[in-house]
């Protein structure tokens, strides 16, 4: 009955205005778009792992695609249980888009965690252009960070809601249930 008391303190977010979101998806499409640009810049310069920069710009593509396609009136979540196939559609797309995506990262991991260091020196040899290879290390180590920091907020807000959200005035529900 823990586990029902915890769920009945969770609340729906509140709906963001639509300037909030055109900004923060304006935001959001800003690593993708460099690099696009960056993957495409210096699309032969990394001959130790040619795959760096074709990473780049399919990761850049897809994760424009995938936000663009949540703009979309299909993919906007309802309160009708009874989904047309249009709506239903789209889900299957994003859930393979995002599949897709998830693949392409753990790829673009090997890529680019197996050459570290590169040579960034001679480009007679193998190497690698040292903007292109730092800017996909630190975009892909910063997607760790983020997820880190996520899981770390998760967990304290749950910690939080089960040391707090305790039958305490105000909350609607009896310890006698």
Do not use: H
């Not at 960034?120 to 960070?145: H, M, R, S």
């Amino acid at each position: 009955m823990e586990d029902s008391r915890l769920l009945q303190n969770i609340r729906q977010p509140p709906k963001a205005s639509t300037p909030v979101l055109v900004i923060s998806k304006l935001i959001v499409v800003a690593i993708p778009i460099t690099q696009i640009v960056l993957g495409v810049t210096y699309m032969n310069q990394c001959t130790q792992q040619t795959f760096i920069p074709i990473y780049l710009v399919v990761m850049g593509v897809c994760t424009i695609a995938l936000t663009l396609l949540s703009c979309l009136p299909c993919a906007q979540e309802t309160e009708d249980a009874d989904q047309g196939p249009f709506s239903s559609l789209c889900t299957a797309w994003n859930s393979l888009m995002s599949l897709f995506i998830f693949c392409w990262f753990i790829a673009g991991n090997v890529w680019i965690y197996s050459i570290y260091p590169p040579n960034y020196d001679n480009p007679f040899e193998l190497y690698c252009n040292k903007t292109l290879y730092l800017f996909a290390f630190w975009t892909t180590t910063l997607v760790y960070i983020l997820v880190g920091v996520l899981m770390t907020v998760g967990c304290c807000v749950l910690i939080c809601m089960c040391l707090f959200g305790r039958g305490g005035p105000g909350s609607g529900y009896s310890d006698d249930v």
